[in-house]
């Protein structure tokens, strides 16, 4: 079975316009060529799709279906064409949990403010490559190396560690924790997307784990007290909850975050948000 683009235009054309005639003005071609294109459709189909009579053509209940379907696929055509063919009018920014976490919202601003002619639209994906590899984004926000040498990435700002608990755990009452006080608890972690793993600690004191894959499954575990988690100071900012805390492990290293791209397509507007971004851990 091979449907075309051009025959569920020409089954658009001829609702939307009402005749085979205004179909054919409004496509650019002979009422022959869309009867013809009408009935290879249906053909490849096998079902009719209209009914015709003098007066009227009007969509038999499977010509409804299939017409809104077609409308859908040429839809998402006109939407491929448009990102393939302009698609340097949108730089679309990708991250797995936070994205800049406390300059998100400076970074948008400044973004509007400086560069109107490119749309900047911030995407979640949770992915090792926060979507990059998955063609979500033209750039992405990461908080671990990329080992994948189709990309190039460059770090603009460290972010500190912090402990995430519920505000009735003992830890809570402190201003700061070490790894040592993590270390006899159960720690949760995203081995997908997550900056915490067991090699902070030293072999005979690292915590139990629990895995998860969702910041949202993440957040309501620690809160039920069930486990703590370690994660970037920018996962605070964005994700602020009620029964939850957050403080600095004053131990551990700081992460680094990192702007990713791919090395031989890098978008035009790449090096503008890095220099962005670059100045606004720099002040903060």
Same mark, same amino acid.
């Given at each position: 079975m ?7 235009r020409c089954?658009?054309?001829? /609702? ?12 650019g071609?002979?009422?022959?060529? /869309? ?7 249906? $053909?490849? +189909?096998?079902?009719? *799709? ?14 409804l279906?299939? +017409? ?11 939407? +491929? ?10 730089? $679309? ?8 976490? $406390?300059h ?11 560069r ?22 033209d ?14 990435s460059a770090?603009?700002g *460290? ?18 924790? $070490? ?7 159960t720690? +949760? ?30 957040l ?10 370690m ?5 605070a ?7 939850? /805390? ?7 290293e700081?992460?680094?975050?990192? *702007? ?19 100045? *606004?851990?720099?002040?903060g």
């Amino acid at each position: 079975m091979d449907v075309e683009l051009r025959q569920l235009r020409c089954l658009v054309a001829i /609702v939307d316009e009402g005749s085979f005639t205004d179909a054919a003005i409004a496509l650019g071609v002979s009422q022959a060529a /869309v009867s013809r294109t009408l009935a290879s459709l249906e $053909r490849a +189909l096998g079902v009719r *799709l209209l009914r015709r009579t003098s007066r009227e053509v009007s969509p038999t209940g499977t010509g409804l279906r299939v +017409l809104g379907h077609a409308r859908r696929v040429l839809g998402e055509v006109d939407d +491929l064409v448009q990102e393939a063919t302009s698609g340097h009018a949108c730089l $679309r920014v990708g991250y797995a949990w936070s994205a800049v976490g $406390r300059h998100t919202l400076a970074f948008q601003r400044r973004w509007a403010a400086t560069r109107p002619e490119t749309e900047l639209r911030l995407v979640r994906v949770n992915s090792a490559t926060a979507g990059l590899a998955e063609g979500a984004c033209d750039l992405a926000v990461v908080r671990r190396p990329l080992d994948d040498r189709r990309f190039d990435s460059a770090i603009v700002g *460290l972010e500190r560690r912090l402990c995430a608990m519920a505000s009735d755990d003992p830890l809570a009452r402190r201003r700061s924790v $070490r790894l040592a006080d993590i270390g006899g608890r159960t720690l +949760l972690i995203d081995r997908r997307t997550g900056t915490t793993t067991t090699q902070l600690w030293p072999p005979d004191a690292r915590p139990a784990t629990r895995a998860t894959h969702d910041v949202d499954d993440w957040l309501t575990a620690i809160s039920l007290g069930r486990c703590v988690g370690m994660t970037a100071e920018s996962t605070a900012h964005q994700y602020p909850r009620p029964g939850i /805390v957050y403080r600095p492990v004053r131990d551990a290293e700081p992460i680094a975050v990192r *702007l990713a791209w791919w090395r031989d397509e890098p978008h035009p507007a790449a090096q503008a948000a890095l220099e962005l971004l670059t100045t *606004l851990y720099g002040t903060g």
